[in-house]
């Protein structure tokens, strides 16, 4: 196994582990790039030396996985809990398996077969669509001899079941190399997302974006518009009313419970049950402690909780029957592992706790990502149900749906920005992007935002 450093700056402390496919080196891959990650590419499986991905966790604070094709099965045997998060793109974890992977067969013909010429071909299979430009003028440069040897090896290597630590699984229904169907009975537990129409190799760099928070840039911004988000986020401050209205809806209480909020921000929903006598609370937030405390005391919270600025998802994780109530209202949709938190969530809390989460569904600035081809990934009710663990019983659910109108597309950009964090994409925003949103946004635009809420209990 060989592992390639492709993106690199000075001063970056998290990393991205992408787990490339057979008959790949670093060079097609050398365009990837995710603002304050480091990005490394592992190749070539005649060998899997684990050392080569431990020493991630010795050099950055963060570590995620993307892997590919057969480096799916590689990563399989490596990931833990540790990561960030782990994405799984049309391979399986079994890797050569007539039902479950690449079947035997075809694995077998291409060794028998392998040569420049059917390379090219195998190439061309894997890219049948734009995401192959770049690769073409940029192919992998390893000796027929070294392939032969690598896919020999994976052909003869039984891999373990998938891993349960695997966050998001993509399938395209174009698959050509691996059969979406065997891809698709592989992770059915998993609930994959399949890639209508999409190649085995897709845009990899969409995934990155869409599917990788940097949490340094979202804790930046907010902090930075958090007395213009107070101002100007009026959907948000509806959501943590409707969500209070659900709660007494189902006869939760919190008085007397002691209380986690994720996600605190500027205290929407911090103020409809401060008064209300909880036993305790902790707030945890990304942005800066005392911005957001000066921003409550401001509006006449008698807060008497605890707020920390730290990463809720590393925050409620080891937490065992802490808290009666987890409370997170327009947060969670920020996380890199959502599934991982509400396994965490399930754990922190007392037998009869309440997790209240209110976010939001696929379509969510569908104004902005039709055109920028960027944004969050967004969830609907049945994701949460299939992917929420045995002890956390859905309760009650609902989606919704805002239409916010502008005179103009400015004064759309204008919202977005006073809202405190860009949720068109993760990278910064730069003059020619906003630029080409003017151009391309109707004269008198919309913006869509469609909420969920979920009311879970634990067994």
Known sequence: MRRDLIHSLRGNRSAIAFFAGWAMDATPFRKLHKNGYDIYLFYDY????????EELFQRYDKVAVVAWSFGVAVANTLISTREETRIAINGTAQGVDNKLGLPKPYNDLTLRRLSPETLATFYHRVFSDDAGDYFFANPPRRPIDELAEELRSLGDTRFPAPSPCWDKVYVSDSDLIIPPANQIRSWEDFGPEIIAGGAHGIDFQKVIDSDIVNKN???QR???KAQSYENHADVQRSMASELMRLLGQNGVSVTGKDILEVGIGTGFLTRLYCGANPSSVTAVDLADSATLKAV???????????ILTADAEQFVAGKTECYDLILTASTIQWFNSQRLFLANCAAALRKGGILAVATFAPGTFHEISDITR???KYYPVEWYKRNAPVRLQLIDSHEDSVVLRFDDARRLLEHISLTGVNAVSHQPSTVSHTINLLKRLPHEPTLTYNPIYLIFRKL
């Open 374 to 376: 960027s944004a969050l």
């Open 296 to 306: 409550l005391t401001d509006s006449g919270c008698n807060f008497k909780g605890e």
């Open 222 to 224: 907010f902090t930075r």
């Open 217 to 219: 840039i979202v804790a």
């Open 46 to 53: 005649r060998t899997v030396e684990p050392t080569l991905y």
